[in-house]
């Protein structure tokens, strides 16, 4: 870790801890089969992905991904392992070199697209530049906020943050009533407590 002193070694040891701990919990998850363990570790990854993005001064980011991925996500996964067995059903072999075959292709496209993103923090790349620039100007007298991110998608964004946020709750109550909750789930199960007292 050549380079980094101070604040910014400890920084960048938090960073690698948490991808550490992010890839470990990928590997575990791949490699369970109980439905129950898989939907809590994924909480687990999206807390340590929220706690990461904190790290990465993303908290708005890191808000959204612990409400929907740790909260909702989860929340709703366990919902449908009512309707269906704890457990998945074990794959061939044969079957299982198909998906790692497409996860390190994957990856390797990955890696060769960021060898042409610009360096970290480069004032010249594009993120830094054009309308990046104007927000960064103009958010201090527009709306006084001190999170220039947050600015831009409560205020320069807020119709497009609302539309979002419209979806995920569309996209809910969606899983929901095709889940079977509410009144057909207990008339359901009434049905069925009269059919075996019959």
């Known amino acids: 870790m050549t380079g980094y002193e101070g604040a910014d070694l400890a920084i960048a040891l938090i960073n690698v801890v948490l991808l550490g701990l992010l890839f470990v919990i990928g590997v575990a998850i791949a490699r369970m089969r109980s439905l129950f363990a898989i939907?809590?570790?994924s909480g687990v990854y999206s807390l340590i992905s929220a706690t990461w993005f904190v790290a990465l001064d993303a908290v708005d980011v890191a808000f959204t991904e612990?409400?929907?991925g740790a909260g909702i996500s989860t929340a709703l996964l366990l919902g449908a392992?009512?309707?269906?067995?704890r457990t998945a059903k074990p794959e061939p072999r044969a079957m299982r070199i198909v998906p790692l075959f497409a996860v390190i292709a994957v990856g390797c496209m990955l890696v060769y697209a960021t060898i042409d993103l610009p360096a970290f923090g480069d004032p010249d790349s594009p993120a830094n530049t054009y309308v990046g620039t104007a927000y960064?100007?103009?958010t201090p007298e527009d709306i006084g906020v001190p999170n220039?991110?947050?600015a831009v998608l409560a205020s320069y964004r807020g119709f497009d943050t609302l539309g979002e946020t419209g979806v995920v709750?569309?996209?809910?109550?969606?899983v929901i009533l095709l889940l079977g909750f509410g009144e057909r789930s207990l008339s359901a199960s009434l049905r069925k407590k009269t059919d075996k007292k019959g």
């Open 148 to 150: 220039i991110v947050t």
């Open 81 to 85: 392992m009512l309707l269906t067995s």
């Open 169 to 174: 709750f569309a996209a809910a109550l969606s």
């Open 39 to 41: 939907v809590m570790l």
């Open 136 to 138: 960064l100007e103009r």
């Open 66 to 68: 612990a409400a929907v």
